[in-house]
T-cell receptor, first 112, second 113 residues
Framework: NAGVMQNPRHLVRRRGQEARLRCSPM?????VYWYRQLPEEGLKFMVY????????ESGMPKERFSAEFPKEGPSILRIQQVVRGDSAAYFC??????????FGPGTRLTVT | GEDVEQSLFLSVREGDSSVINCTYT??????LYWYKQEPGAGLQLLTY?????DMKQDQRLTVLLNKKDKHLSLRIADTQTGDSAIYFC?????????????FGKGTKLSVKP
């Protein structure tokens, strides 16, 4: 059973470009979560999705960030018009019950 | 607001026990978690405890929860060099959505041979 998969592992974008981060949950998991980790910090919750629904987006910045988890395919975290402050590691986690969350390896975004 | 705090560093000798401590502020916490992060990697779920329990043991790992003092600890017996990593404490509660975890900043464990 493959774990949570994220791609790309590393992403470099220039200021003003768009970043698209993908997450494939573990087989059988319908809950997906996105977190952001800034250097020397813990993880900060961003958004919680189930298939085709956003359940909780209380941690998402109000502008430029969006997330989706379509009926088919991976979950996508999209950051429009990236700025230097968006540079961070973005982690996706998945769960079947909502209690145990299993994390992917992360996407490290660098904005130049 | 809700907060989870941990000391930033811990250094032990190989073969000793390590104890990593965590305090949290929210008395409504339901589950408390310990995750391990190795350099450049994602977080690995080590163990978790439901808030109505006070202890959980899993092989070399022992979790102690003092709900009155809002204090959680992770004891690693017979610590090995492979245990060197950052350990994160996290909590969930019913007032936030399921899975909206609040994490501490992590404790970096260094194991000296």
């Amino acid at each position: 059973n493959a774990g949570v998969m994220q791609n790309p592992r590393h992403l470099v974008r220039r200021r003003g470009q768009e970043a698209r981060l993908r997450c494939s949950p573990m087989k059988g998991h319908s809950h997906v979560y996105w977190y952001r980790q800034l250097p020397e910090e813990g993880l900060k919750f961003m958004v919680y999705l189930q298939k085709e629904n956003i359940i909780d987006e209380s941690g998402m910045p109000k502008e430029r960030f969006s997330a989706e988890f379509p009926k088919e395919g991976p979950s996508i975290l999209r950051i429009q018009q990236v700025v230097r402050g968006d540079s961070a590691a973005y982690f996706c986690a998945s769960s079947d019950t909502g209690v145990e969350q299993y994390f992917g390896p992360g996407t490290r975004l660098t904005v130049t | 607001g809700e907060d989870v705090e941990q000391s930033l560093f811990l250094s032990v000798r190989e073969g000793d026990s390590s104890v990593i401590n965590c305090t949290y502020t929210d008395s409504s916490s339901t589950y408390l978690y310990w995750y391990k992060q190795e350099p450049g990697a994602g977080l690995q779920l080590l163990t978790y405890i439901f808030s109505n329990m006070d202890m959980k043991q899993d092989q070399r790992l022992t979790v102690l929860l003092n709900k009155k003092d809002k204090h959680l600890s992770l004891r690693i017996a017979d610590t090995q060099t492979g245990d060197s990593a950052i350990y994160f404490c996290a909590e969930s509660n019913d007032r936030r959505s399921q899975g909206n975890l609040i994490f501490g900043k992590g404790t970096k464990l260094s194991v000296k041979p």
